[in-house]
């Protein structure tokens, strides 16, 4: 392919879950908070969580729970989850990047596209730091940028004008259903990383970021 020849300008990257596995961590310690609440919880219903901010996640696992909660408890819960999240993450180093995430964002760049982050999460910073990936971003957005969370496409369309690129010129990359369909709502090829039974809304899935190869698209 030469430089500018392929059909898209940029590809917008999901970070939990896509560019290293802190989908992981997000589960471990929702876990906890829906233990300690006496709700069920098991990888399934954690499929609804991903991709969506942390009060929307809270509320989904308390609507499960015996009982309502007060929004202070609710807030105290929410602090309590992020601070065993962070406790997580903190030992973060660039070893943590998911195989085959620096070889796309690479040949992503080499083949002359941009390359976007679009990220939910509060902590989307401190994980680019960790994995010492923030230079390789064109643009990134996190949760402090958007109203929104996903599956509104909100996040998506930010991340492409802040590009100077129309969706349509955008490849989206999630792991999470909430992720795919922002990408879809905003009007992008949607590329999968997980289940295609899981992610039913992608235009391709793949297992990992092994098999991302842009001349696929
Ligand atoms: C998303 C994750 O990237 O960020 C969700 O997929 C998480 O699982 C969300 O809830 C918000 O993250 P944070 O770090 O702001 O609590
Ligand atoms: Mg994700």
């Known amino acids: 392919m030469s430089r500018t020849a392929g059909r898209y300008k940029a590809v917008i990257f999901d970070l939990d879950g896509v560019i290293t596995d802190t989908a992981h961590y997000h589960y471990l310690a929702w876990k906890r908070t829906a233990d300690s609440v006496g ?7 954690n499929e609804q969580l991903k991709g969506v901010d942390r009060m929307g996640s809270l509320a ?7 009982r309502s909660f007060s ?8 602090d309590a989850k992020n601070r065993h999240y962070q406790e997580l993450i903190a030992t973060m180093t ?27 999460s509060k902590n989307a910073f401190t994980v680019l ?14 949760a402090a940028q ?6 509104h496409p909100e996040i998506f369309l930010t991340a492409a004008a802040q590009l100077g690129l129309a969706p349509v ?5 999630e792991d999470a259903v909430a992720g795919v369909a922002s990408i879809k709502d905003a009007g ?25 190869r842009l001349e696929d698209y």
């Open 146 to 151: 958007i109203a929104n969370s996903k599956p």
């Open 169 to 173: 010129d955008c490849l989206g990359v």
């Open 94 to 120: 660039p070893g943590d990047l998911l195989p085959g995430a620096l070889d796309a964002l690479e040949a992503v760049r080499a083949a002359g596209l941009k390359t976007g982050l679009a990220s939910v």
């Open 188 to 212: 992008m090829v949607a590329v999968g990383v997980g289940k295609p039974e899981v992610l039913t809304q992608a235009d391709r899935v793949i297992p990992s970021m092994l098999e991302f």
């Open 60 to 66: 989904l696992i308390l609507a499960r729970a015996p």
């Open 129 to 142: 730091d960790r994995l010492g990936i923030r230079d390789r971003f064109d643009t990134v957005v996190d």
């Open 71 to 78: 929004n202070e408890e609710k807030l105290a819960l929410a």
């Open 39 to 45: 709700a069920p919880f098991d990888e399934e219903f």
